[in-house]
């Protein structure tokens, strides 16, 4: 089964899909959060015949709720209104990884970023959706 992964944010959403058999997360795209982003999202779904979304709980890391929270949940509602299975995972930490994927993947020393070229925000997010998907894909996959 694919899924798809994003890491939600008030002015991008970061998208990721995993591979056919819900093994590898790769990171796929960003998309504004508009009025145009629930849209977007479902369309995807679709057209990758995803069986789930995994969505970054935006929650801080005591689990107590932050700015963000509530339009993650106002983001949510209409997801599964159209049938969607949504999971929300912990994204605490998903954009230093991203970081450090684009690190590693330039050799540069850790936490270094050496190209702008790979670091741009649109490929932040969505790397950070695939770490958060890849996550979600690790823990329920073995």
């Known amino acids: 089964m694919k899924y798809i992964g994003l890491d939600f944010g008030e002015k991008r959403i970061g998208i990721a899909i995993s591979d056919e058999n819900g093994t ?4 796929h795209s960003v998309v504004p959060n508009n009025q ?5 999202i479902l369309d995807l779904v679709e057209h990758v015949r995803a069986g789930s979304v995994v969505i970054g709980d935006t929650k801080t890391g005591s689990g107590e709720p932050n700015s963000v929270t509530h339009k993650l949940k ?4 209409p997801l599964t209104a159209a049938g969607c299975t949504i999971t929300t995972v912990p994204e605490l930490g998903s954009t230093g990884a ?15 970023v050496q190209s702008p070229v790979y670091h ?3 490929n932040l997010d969505a790397q950070a ?4 998907l890849q996550r979600y894909l690790d823990i329920h996959k073995r």
């Open 24 to 27: 590898i997360a790769f990171p």
């Open 36 to 40: 145009d982003a629930v849209k977007t």
């Open 74 to 77: 106002e983001f949510i509602e």
């Open 98 to 112: 991203a970081r450090a994927v684009f690190a590693h993947a330039e050799g540069a020393p850790r936490g270094e």
């Open 120 to 122: 741009t925000i649109d």
């Open 129 to 132: 959706a695939a770490v958060i």
